[in-house]
């Protein structure tokens, strides 16, 4: 009888961690530029971070409150980690979980840096975390750590 309910609770923590790591989808630099132009939002800030830059943890909370602020408006806060593909398993989505996430989050599928950092914007060193923002046709892209009032004051510039 123990060793059916550790199997039960072992197959529940499998189907727990399959089920959240959807949440965290693969995505390429083709398909994001896809998802910003074919959604239905007006307005996107996508951050660029990865769970072993500690200014990028730091400013995750920022733009969680951003969206929940902002959550009337059309908004979209597109969360891309630049994390090694090997890592979204064992690194991606425990932390994702950990932090409660609740905007989408994505991890770059793309194996040339330098091909998708002159894509997203030909003036990035390739440093994180950085952020663009698009309203529009309008796009401004910054490289470096904001606070929550420095995220929104580019918010409303837009």
């Known amino acids: 009888m123990k060793i059916k309910s550790l199997f039960y609770m072992f197959l529940f923590g499998i189907i727990s961690v399959s089920a959240y790591s959807l949440n965290v989808k693969l995505i390429n630099i ?3 530029n896809e998802r910003i132009k074919n959604g239905k939002d007006s307005t996107y800030v996508v ?3 990865a769970t072993w830059c500690a200014p ?4 995750l909370p920022h733009f969680e409150k951003l969206a929940a602020d902002h959550k009337a408006e059309k908004l979209a806060v597109l969360l891309v980690s630049l994390d090694f593909k090997s890592k979204l398993e064992s690194n991606v989505v425990p932390f994702v979980k950990r932090k409660n996430l609740k905007n989408e ?3 770059l599928n793309e194996s040339s840096p330098q091909e998708f950092i002159d894509r997203i914007d030909p003036s ?3 440093s994180i975390p950085a952020t663009l923002f ?4 309008k796009r401004k892209f910054v490289e470096s750590e904001f606070t929550y009032e420095q995220l929104l004051t580019e918010y409303k510039k837009l």
Do not use: A, H, P
């Open 134 to 137: 698009i309203k529009n046709n």
């Open 30 to 32: 083709n398909q994001l």
């Open 56 to 59: 990028c943890i730091k400013e």
């Open 105 to 107: 989050v994505f991890l």
């Open 124 to 126: 990035w060193s390739g």
């Open 47 to 49: 951050n660029f971070w």
